[in-house]
């Protein structure tokens, strides 16, 4: 009794209730502030340390010394006359009260409005995520399997802001290597790195990309220098099971990733196959310089960034003049030329053409065991109208990478474009399951949607689509206004959409096309004049506009006749829009349409692989499709 007495003097009691309720309330805010500043996970625990650690010493000097009007000083030195133990009380219990009542505030802000939006916050970036991966179905929670990570772009903490491609390259490759783990699950690329500088918590994360575990980081670079931070969290209780900081030079980045990689596989407890073992990534140069040069085009790449698709052909050439023998840089420039053969003036479509087959080739010739450079020659082969070679350069590249999402995406393309609709759906779907954000999946799954009729689902694809920067959807927003009446926003997204593809057309046509479609009969005069002079001296390839709108302005036959008839700049376009969702269902009924098939080399695909659900072969050896 005698201690608590003198407990109660000293004001000790008092002040650990005052301690404890502060440090509660620093805790709350520095909680609610730090992933603002972008504060990693460990400065909180830092926090909640530094303060447990103070209690004791606070306890200790209330104890021992007493607070007196000229300053502080020992209890034993102030006698009972001079002492202002009773004040410095009722100040304690003030400041208790004032202290409390902030507590009790922040509690009422912190329930009322801040835990609603986080709760929203995770609904919405959960149902984002989940639903993109089955968009035609109703999602229920699951729990994550228990070796499942998200590798979260790593911060750039370099004073060069211009080096964010480069710490983003240093988390996809490490992503990319623990992606070809058959024991663990691994969160697709678009989808993690959408919580970059969102400022998510790790519940959050972790139930939106339903993994266990989560590797974030940071990368800084200094000159030549470099300063590589990790921490591999674990959703369920936020523990940090393994953090590390690896310093090195340019040189090192190598090692470095592969040992990041290691170490995460070892605490994961995965199962490495015998090559693994040593090694799970595979650079493929020495050259550092080389490899900045590859992830700078990789990130152009990763955005399909097409205005700054030359900037990439350049630094890959720059880094194949530095390495010759670096494959994947052989391999990316060859993606890169693919995928800017869409965007270019029509005499320059053969050419990149031509360049990506080379570049594929090459990097195969360096590496046989890459998957992405077999598929640029299935696509290479697709423009070709080969599709039955293009089939199997795409499946030869599963067989090599089946997590791979480009050859996943472009072998369900493969299938939309040549009428497969339900092959169509389930490899887009595989898509998605792997990168359930991949915006170019989204707007096809779109139009598959919108094909059945599903309009609402068809819009929340194009939305998670616009949320993760995809700024090409005019094809999908125009259809989908038409069908819903909106005839002036139909109008708007045609123009920017012919505007886009339409390269070489003449003035206007964007204009023409656009109200043409919608009806004008003025408009679709001057488009069909504009045509015939185009197709009087007719370039090599054609742009895919011009049959394209023949057949959406009723000049079903004729279009069709024109696309079989000429190679154009982006078959995918035309076959898109009129075999997989019929956007003009007079299409199949043409009575050119079964010599459309065997000109376009389709029928002799479906000769190969059966015909589509919806067709059948016929007496005459033609298809016939319902």
């Known amino acids: 009794m005698k201690l608590l007495a003198e407990l109660r003097r000293r004001n000790v009691i008092r002040m650990a209730g005052l301690y404890v309720v502060g440090a509660w309330l620093m805790v709350q805010v520095a909680s609610t502030v730090f992933p603002a500043f972008e504060l990693p996970t460990w400065a909180l625990r830092g926090v909640i340390l ?29 006698s009972a006359s001079d002492s202002i133990m009773p004040q410095t009380a009722r100040r304690l219990d003030r400041m208790m009260i004032v202290v409390l009542l902030m507590a009790l505030g922040y509690f009422a802000f912190d329930k009322f409005v801040l835990m609603p939006k986080r709760l929203a916050d995770a609904a919405t970036a959960a149902g984002l995520i989940a639903t993109a991966a089955a968009p035609v179905a109703t999602i229920e929670s699951t729990p994550a399997e228990a070796k499942s990570i998200a590798v979260l772009a790593f911060a750039n903490m370099s004073s060069d802001k211009d080096n964010e491609y480069f710490s983003d390259g240093v988390a996809e490759e490490i992503l990319n290597a623990l992606a070809k783990v058959d024991d663990l699950k691994v969160a697709g690329r678009t989808a993690s790195f959408y919580f970059k500088g969102r400022n998510e918590n790790l519940a959050t994360i972790g139930s939106a990309l339903g993994v266990a575990h989560v590797l974030e980081g940071s990368v800084r670079k200094q000159g030549d220098r470099l300063r590589i931070s990790v921490n591999l969290l674990r959703v369920s209780d936020g523990v940090e099971m393994w953090a590390e900081i690896f310093d090195g030079t340019d040189g090192d980045i190598f090692a470095l990733q592969e040992n990041i990689a290691q170490q995460v596989s070892s605490q994961l407890k995965v199962t490495l196959s015998a090559g693994q073992q040593d090694r799970l990534i595979d650079i493929g140069t020495s050259d550092p310089d080389a490899y900045a040069l590859y992830l700078r085009a990789t990130d152009v790449f990763n955005r399909r960034d097409s205005t700054h698709y030359e900037e990439a052909i350049a630094a890959l050439q720059q880094a194949l003049q530095r390495d010759p023998q670096f494959a994947r840089a052989h391999s990316r420039l060859a993606t890169i030329y693919t995928v800017s053969a869409f965007l270019v003036t029509t005499d320059r479509v053969a050419s990149l053409n031509d360049q990506a087959r080379e570049q594929a080739e ?49 072998l369900a393309l493969l299938q939309c474009t040549t ?51 995809w700024q090409s959807g005019w094809n999908v927003e125009s259809l989908l206004a038409l069908k819903r009446g909106d005839l002036a926003n139909a109008r708007t997204r045609m123009v920017a959409m012919v505007s886009a593809v339409g390269v070489g057309l003449p003035p206007g ?49 004729r279009g069709l006749t024109t696309f079989a008839d000429h190679p154009t700049s982006n078959d995918v376009w035309f076959l898109g829009d009129f075999l997989p969702i019929r956007r003009v269902p007079d299409v199949w009924a043409s009575p050119v349409f079964p010599e459309f098939l065997r000109k376009t080399g389709i029928a002799a ?22």
């Open 50 to 78: 530094l303060l447990a650690v103070g209690f004791i010493p606070a306890l200790v000097v209330s104890w021992v010394f007493e607070l007196t009007p000229e300053g502080l000083k020992r209890d034993g030195e102030v």
């Open 362 to 410: 090459q990097a195969l010739l360096l590496n046989p065991e890459l998957a992405e450079p077999y598929a640029v020659l299935g696509v290479f082969h697709q423009r070709a109208k080969r599709y039955g070679q293009a089939h199997r350069a795409f499946e030869r590249a599963l067989v090599l990478d089946a997590t791979d999402i480009t050859v996943n995406f472009w």
């Open 419 to 469: 009428g497969y609709i339900a092959r169509c759906e389930s490899g887009l779907d595989r898509t998605l399951a792997i990168d359930p954000l991949l915006p170019n999946a989204l707007n096809w799954r779109a139009r598959m949607l919108l094909a059945k009729g599903d309009l609402a689902s068809a819009e929340r694809m194009i939305e998670r689509a616009r949320t993760v920067g």
């Open 509 to 557: 046509a964007a204009e023409w096309i656009s109200d043409a479609r919608l009806g004008n009969a003025d408009a679709r005069a001057k488009t069909l004049r504009m045509i015939d002079h185009y197709l009087v001296d007719p370039p090599a390839p054609i742009n895919v506009m011009i049959p394209w709108t023949l057949v959406i302005i009723g000049e079903v036959d």
């Open 605 to 626: 695909y479906w000769d190969e692989l059966g015909p589509p659900e919806q067709c059948r072969k016929v007496a005459s050896g033609d298809y016939h499709c319902e």
